[in-house]
């Protein structure tokens, strides 16, 4: 289980100022969206965004989508959406094909176990 899992969970919410708009562009399982949903409806905070969904995709019968104060993108913030991001994806992509080609190391390892890039400091 990643120590990521639900951290943003009611205890969090609940530590929020009224004020707060909380925002995710990271990983749906980062936040308990039951949760925030609660915290919309009770009026915790006072909105949210986000990018990202567990489950994902979000069913069309998620409580989710009628929360108000909640805006749902449709996972586009990580996407291809600018040009350089596309750019910067396919240089990575070539360079691990050569190097895999040639019995190199590849970059960008994600590790299973914690769900994130392995050498993230390099």
């Known amino acids: 289980m990643l120590r990521t899992y639900k951290l943003f969970n009611q205890e969090k919410f609940d530590l929020m100022k009224e004020n707060a708009i909380f925002l995710n562009v990271g990983r749906g399982t980062n936040v308990d969206l039951e949760a925030l949903c609660d ?14 969904t567990d489950p994902e995709p979000l069913p ?17 913030s990580g996407g291809y959406t600018l040009p ?3 750019r910067r994806f396919m240089k990575i992509l070539e360079k691990n094909l050569e190097a895999y080609a040639n019995g190199k190391d590849l970059t960008n390892i994600v590790d299973m176990k914690t769900g994130y890039k392995r050498n993230a400091h390099k």
């Open 84 to 86: 350089e991001t596309w």
């Open 60 to 76: 069309k019968g998620h409580r989710a989508w009628q929360t108000p104060r909640l805006l749902i993108t449709p996972h586009a």
């Open 39 to 52: 915290a919309l409806e009770a009026k915790k905070i006072a909105g949210a965004g986000i990018d990202v």
